[in-house]
């Protein structure tokens, strides 16, 4: 299974302190969030590659803190960041303590909520892509999990320069992990690094 | 100042549990050592320009772990990892709480050992190396230091394919930093990424 994510220089994919109005937490005053989508950018013909890539995939699963900032109970509405048709066009399955029906959302998008594990995810995650790639969106605590399981073969990263200092680190509380270099593209704003996971 | 430092893909410059068999420490079983020294071995022709970049400071820092396994007093003759004839030919300030008279050695490379502190350390180098650069060697507790002094102009990492999951970190407890990304150089053992440190 693949995984990409957008990591600070110093490993972390969110700062703290995630909030409705800063999805990607505290900053450190350098535009976080600004490079971390300026890569992806629709006009970023530069890393046409890395973005089709990502999504490509025929199911995703990702956190609940990915999804938004509600936290504890469903108590107010919300659909995700992405608006009413939000760029997955596949089945979204959405890591939680708390049940909620499926969303379904214009353009083949549905958000399902799984509450009994990243298995169960996994499982419904593949049934749902068929033949095509299941991606796994983050964020670092999702992609942890999966990491320790020993369920990513392929891992997707995606450096940005600054640092955060804190917040939520890719693979903080993983064993060590054998990596093979696959790949490695050096762009204005970013260096992306594809590793296979060997163990 | 240049820093260089090759680290995992989490970010770790040395296992726990260094030991004069195993300088870089614990490596969950996967070469760590192996693969650090794999990319800077003379023969790498691909990596060229990095290695000489590295050897052409004309004075060195490093801390006293990455010098050598002695800890607390000097009680056991150490002249550090790298034979009669070090690859430094120039002057080494090693930061130390235990004082020491300098060591000097084959092919123009003397062993000094501060104990007053980094910027003490720095002076002395930066009067050492007159017109030439000063490189920060290492290890991350050393490198921090500076980091979070502000001290660093330009950081060279080398990115090696595993994950360590424990050590010493590049960037603990460094504040936030604003960093450009100046370069970046697939290898096929190693990422090669340079930052410039803005503030
Ligand atoms: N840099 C990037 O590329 C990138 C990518 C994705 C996300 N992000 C950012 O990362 C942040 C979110 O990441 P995160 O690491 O904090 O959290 P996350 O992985 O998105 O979500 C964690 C939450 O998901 C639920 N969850 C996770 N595993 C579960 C399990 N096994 N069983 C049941 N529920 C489970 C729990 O929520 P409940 O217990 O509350 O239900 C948990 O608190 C956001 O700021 C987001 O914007 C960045
Ligand atoms: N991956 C790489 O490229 C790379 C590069 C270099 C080193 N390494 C590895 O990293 C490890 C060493 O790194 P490390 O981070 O553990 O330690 P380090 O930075 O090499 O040395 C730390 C030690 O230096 C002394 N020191 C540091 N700052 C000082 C200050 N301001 N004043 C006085 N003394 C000071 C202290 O020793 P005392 O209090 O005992 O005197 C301290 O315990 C080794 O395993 C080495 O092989 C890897």
Redesign the interface.
């Known amino acids: 299974m693949i995984c990409n994510l957008t990591i600070s220089?110093?490993?972390y994919s969110a700062g703290l302190n995630q909030t409705e109005e800063r999805p990607f937490g505290d900053?450190?005053?350098?535009g976080w969030a600004d490079k971390l989508h300026a890569w992806y950018s629709e006009s970023s013909e530069e890393n046409r590659e890395e973005i089709d890539q990502i999504l490509a995939a025929k199911a995703f699963i990702m956190g609940r803190n990915m999804f938004g900032p509600v936290r504890g109970e469903w108590d107010r509405p919300w659909i995700g960041w992405w608006g009413d048709n939000p760029p997955y066009h596949a089945p979204v399955f959405v890591l939680t303590h708390h049940a909620r029906e499926p969303q379904p959302m214009e353009g083949g998008t549905t958000f399902h909520f799984v509450t009994d594990g990243i298995e169960s995810a996994l499982t419904r995650a593949r049934e749902a892509a068929g033949d095509g790639d299941v991606a796994i969106m983050g964020g670092a605590t999702t992609i942890n999990q999966y990491l320790a399981a020993g369920l990513i073969d392929e891992l997707r990263?995606h450096?940005v320069?600054?640092?955060?200092?804190a917040g939520t680190r890719?693979?903080e509380g993983?064993?060590?992990?054998?990596?093979?270099?696959v790949?490695?593209?050096?762009a204005?704003?970013?260096?992306h690094?594809t590793?296979r996971v060997l163990s």
Chains 1, 2 share one sequence.
């Open positions: 220089a110093d490993g900053d450190g005053g350098d990263l450096i320069p600054l640092t955060l200092g890719l693979f993983v064993p060590p992990l054998k990596l093979e270099q790949k490695s593209h050096s204005s704003l970013v260096t690094v590793y």
